[in-house]
């Protein structure tokens, strides 16, 4: 069965510290790698994605790392803020394919003031 | 419109009963996806549609669970002789179509089954 597996469960940063998510993949043949993030009562929102050519991509303070040997790939919020608080959700696909968008089971983030 | 509409935003039903939960997609794409979300299950792919098509309708969970799509745009959701275990969020999804992601979420229906 497809499987993306996420940790940790739930994590608390301080404000201005480093959020790190991590994600593990089993089928090789995903293509395309994005990160969702959610707030209470909203659906999930792209934050920012990725294909396996790739090792590294940035968009403000939110990196993303994929180590495509290990089939794993990480969110990095740096300069993490109150706002930042949410439900943040790793996902694999395939480009094209009929199986939609593989979840993992999100991680729940709390930046302390 | 500007984002993924979905309707109701809410929906609280008895058990038994049969409802229809709507989804309207970013004027455009092609591509539309329904998810069910919950504690237990987290984000399940349910079904997706390129154009009219829905090829593949095994991640429904049951065959009381049914979907179509008309004029390549608004798409409804409908699940017959409602169960406790239907209570969930069901999540709409729409991209320009299957080869050029990202997919763009609704705010969901909250489903409860009394």
């Known amino acids: 069965q497809q499987q993306v597996k996420q940790s940790p469960q739930s994590l608390i940063v301080q404000k201005g510290g480093i959020s790190i998510i991590n994600c593990a993949y089993e089928n090789t043949a995903f293509d395309y790698f994005p990160w969702y993030q959610q707030f209470p009562g909203k659906g999930p929102a792209l934050l920012i994605a990725?294909?396996?050519?790739?090792s590294e991509k940035k968009e403000g303070r939110f990196t993303i790392s994929f180590n495509k040997s290990a089939k794993q790939f990480s969110l990095h919020i740096m300069d993490s803020q109150p706002g930042d608080s949410a439900t943040y959700f790793c996902a694999a696909s395939f480009v094209g394919g009929a199986d939609g968008l593989t979840f993992g089971k999100g991680t729940h983030l709390i930046i302390q003031p | 419109g500007a984002g993924v509409s979905q309707s109701p935003s809410n929906k609280v039903t008895e058990k038994g009963k049969d409802v229809e939960l709507r989804c309207d997609p970013i004027s455009g794409h092609t591509a539309l996806y329904w998810y069910r979300q919950s504690l237990g299950q987290g984000l399940e792919f349910l079904i997706y549609f390129q154009g009219n098509s829905a090829p593949d309708k095994s991640g429904l969970p049951s065959d009381r669970f049914s979907a179509e799509r008309t004029g390549g745009s608004v798409s409804t959701l409908t699940i017959q002789r409602t169960q406790q275990e239907d209570s969930a969020v069901y999540l709409c999804?729409?991209?320009?179509?299957?080869?050029?992601?990202?997919?763009?979420f609704g705010d969901g229906t909250r489903l409860s089954i009394l």
């Open positions: 999804a729409s991209s320009l179509d299957l080869w050029n992601q990202p997919q763009h």
């Open positions: 990725i294909r396996p050519d790739v």
